[in-house]
């Protein structure tokens, strides 16, 4: 129900821009954000957005991710700037509705190496 795409290998430095649209049986969406989720680590928030377009990051994105919306598509966006070797990770779609019933995308890979 959540299709992500965008990810793919970078070098430092570089940039990438995830997508994730949301079905259309979807609806009411509240919150969308992206979580991510390193081998050996647990699935960590990177950046959300509600309704009202209130944006929160982690502390070690803040400055180069940008996250944001398009409530008439239903898709979510995550713009990645000055990529470090230490993002990389896979990224799951996050989408929560008024009632917090909660929706997962598959996952994209990111990989930032040289």
């Known amino acids: 129900q959540l299709v992500e795409s965008g990810g793919g290998l970078v070098q430092p430095g570089g940039s990438l821009r995830l997508s994730c649209a949301a079905s259309?049986?979807?609806?009411?969406?509240?919150?969308m954000g992206w979580y991510r989720q390193a081998p050996g680590k647990q699935r960590d928030l990177v950046a959300s957005?509600?309704?009202?377009?209130?944006?929160e990051y982690v502390d070690s994105v803040k400055g180069r991710f940008t996250i944001s919306r398009d409530n008439a598509k239903k898709t979510v966006y995550l713009q990645m700037n000055s990529l470090k070797p230490e993002d990389t990770a896979v990224y799951y779609c996050?989408?929560?509705?008024?009632?917090?019933?909660?929706?997962w995308g598959q996952g994209t890979q990111v990989t930032v190496s040289s």
């Open positions: 996050n989408v929560k509705n008024y009632d917090w019933t909660e929706y």
């Open positions: 957005i509600n309704s009202d377009n209130r944006v």
């Open positions: 259309g049986s979807i609806f009411s969406i509240y919150v």
